[in-house]
Nanobody, 114 residues
């Protein structure tokens, strides 16, 4: 069973940047779509960014133009570069396959102060 370990979160001020990493214990090269999700307190988990095996990407409207997802299949790692952060981005961030998801990792907390 593949395990996912997210890292890179922290506390930043509005307008700041963070780069999240998601390391998989197994190969992600054959996985078509990998995504970053987030869950804010009291809200459902939402998908915010997707990257497929060909490198094409899609983003939720709320993060479009500010977040960039990328993947390094050789390192079995998916990244999320987050710029121009807002308090509304505060959440626990997770990565996973878009379909047939693996067990969720522990996530990484992102807190944006105003």
């Amino acid at each position: 069973q593949v395990q996912l370990v997210e890292s890179g979160g922290g506390l930043v001020q509005t307008g700041g940047s963070l780069r999240l990493s998601c390391a998989a214990s197994g190969s992600i090269a054959s996985i078509n779509a990998m995504g970053w999700y987030r869950q804010a307190p009291g809200k459902q988990r939402e998908l915010v960014a997707v990257i497929n095996s060909g490198g094409s990407t899609n983003y939720a409207d709320s993060v479009k133009g500010r977040f960039t997802i990328s993947r390094d299949n050789a390192k079995n790692t998916v990244y999320l570069q987050m710029n121009s952060l807002k308090p509304g981005d505060t959440a626990v961030y997770y990565c996973n396959r878009v379909s047939a998801r693996y067990p969720w990792g522990q996530g990484t907390q992102v807190t944006v102060s105003s």
